[in-house]
Structures are given as structure tokens and as C-alpha cells.
């Protein structure tokens, strides 16, 4: 079971970017479908996006389709969120998640679907 952290948040404002990563221990870091979540202050958590084990196949909520970008480097046991454009809406404690034992092409915007979750890390877009 890998241990996931979360990092990259912080203060920007609307338009500008940030990279968020989760980083993972253990070696089977490339056996795992990763997620990304966020929860804004009032609201339920939502699904931002996902990428398969391989990286081969990605899914994007709506809202940030065409601004945000997930990646992964399995050697190094990271997966990226590239978010730019950013938006006050955007604004949400963001949460990487994993999920072992899945095919090679398995990707899920459920978060009952994930079994592992980093601490998360606060994102706020000032207007």
C-alpha cells in the first residue's frame, strides 16, 4: 500500500497557474489509477481528474477541461496536475487518490472508487 502527499497549492491569482503533485512511497506506485479530488469550503468533494497506471488515458470534470492537465512519471512515483487559467471558482483543498489492483486502461471520477488519499492541499484564486 503506497502512502500518497499532496503538495504544490497556494495563493494566485485568477488567471495564473500552479502544478500540484502527489507523490507516493512503496514500489507499486505504477500498479495504481490516480485521481484527483477537490472540496471547496460548504461544498461536497468532486472529481477534477484521472489517469490511468500507464498514463495512457486521462478524464477531466467539465469545469476544467482545456485548463488543466494531469501527468504522471511512475519512475518517480508522481502525478502532476498542471492547472492553469485558474479561476476564484477554482478555489478548493485538492486532494490526490489512489486505487491498486485495477487494469492497465482503468480510470474513475468516483471517489468511493479510490482507496488511498493524500492530506490535501489548499488552492486559493483571488479574484
Known amino acids: 500500500q503506497v502512502q500518497l502527499v499532496d503538495s504544490g497549492g497556494g495563493l494566485v491569482q485568477a488567471g495564473g497557474s500552479l502544478r500540484l503533485s502527489c507523490a507516493a512511497s512503496?514500489?507499486?506506485?505504477?500498479?495504481?489509477?490516480i485521481g484527483w479530488f477537490r472540496q471547496a469550503p460548504g461544498k461536497e468533494r468532486e472529481f477534477v481528474a484521472t489517469?490511468?497506471?500507464?498514463?495512457?488515458?486521462?478524464n477531466y470534470a467539465d469545469s476544467v477541461k482545456g485548463r488543466f492537465t494531469i501527468s504522471r512519471n511512475n519512475p518517480k512515483s508522481t502525478v502532476y496536475l498542471q492547472m492553469n487559467s485558474l479561476k476564484p471558482e477554482d478555489t478548493a483543498v485538492y486532494y490526490c487518490?489512489?486505487?491498486?489492483?485495477?487494469?492497465?486502461?482503468?480510470?474513475?471520477?468516483?471517489?468511493?472508487?479510490?482507496?488511498?488519499w493524500g492530506q490535501g492541499t489548499q488552492v486559493t484564486v483571488s479574484s
Open positions: 487518490a489512489g486505487k491498486l489492483g485495477v487494469t492497465a486502461s482503468y480510470i474513475s471520477g468516483n471517489q468511493d472508487d479510490y482507496d488511498t
Open positions: 512503496g514500489r507499486t506506485f505504477s500498479s495504481y489509477v
Open positions: 489517469i490511468s497506471r500507464s498514463g495512457g488515458r486521462e
